[in-house]
């Protein structure tokens, strides 16, 4: 019941608004040219944001659990800054560091680049985070037993490890992507909010109630959601065959 009332009832609330005014409304509202850009934006940047977050996210994981080095406690709690600092500060930090007054002399502010660097910045620890812990539960016998037996540190790396890192990956991935599609705080200042260039759905999304379209807004929403639930669904999927595997 606690769960009906914290996300069911509000994400049906939130369908019936979007599609309450009949199926060819909802498509009217959903497919304007300004929602389409701005769902195609938002998707292609949180995909491509994921697949960078899964090979990075997984190297520093490496990193972390297998090397050891002065400062590793501090790296190991800023990379979990982005969970616990604001969005909305998170997006002034980086227009402070990539705007046009730029230290360092990088301007990305109102650009796509700096809208991917603002949801690289919010969607990294999933990875890690996820990654993590199968790294510190894998058995260093089995490394061991496959070098005694003349595996290279490659072969060692894609036969054992690799496989049971795989899920984690998954996982920490289609997590990233899920936060990054609906990011809001971090983007809006960077994004500059422009229509069909660097504005992103959850803006569009909250422009659209600064406009009085709930509909529109409801719509857009509802097609957010439904790709969110795709890659959750997806997701389990991927757990079961890893639990199949063994």
Known sequence: MYLSFLVVIPLAALVWRGVGGGWSEFVDNATTPEALSALKLTIVLSLLVALVNAGMGTLIAWVMVRDSFPGQ??????????????TIVAGLVLLAL???????????????????????????????????????????????????LGASR????RRIILPNLVPAIFAGTALSFARAISEYGSTVLISGNLPFKTQVAPVQIFNQIQ??????????????????LLVLVGLSLVQRWALRRG
Not at 73 to 86: E, G
Not at 154 to 157: M, V
Request: charge should be negative; hydrophobic fraction near 55%.
């Open 98 to 148: 990539y705007g046009a007054r730029s230290p360092i002399h990088l301007s990305l502010a109102y650009t796509r680049l700096g809208v991917a660097v603002a949801l690289l910045f919010v969607t990294l620890p999933f990875v890690v985070r996820t990654v993590q812990p199968v790294l510190l539960e894998i058995d260093r016998d089995m490394e061991q037993a496959a070098a005694s």
């Open 211 to 228: 406009s009085d379209n709930p509909a529109g807004a409801a719509a857009v929403s509802t097609v957010l959601l439904v790709v969110s």
């Open 154 to 157: 490659f072969t060692t790396f």
């Open 73 to 86: 406690r501090i790296v190991d709690a800023l990379i979990d800054l982005p969970f616990a600092l604001p």
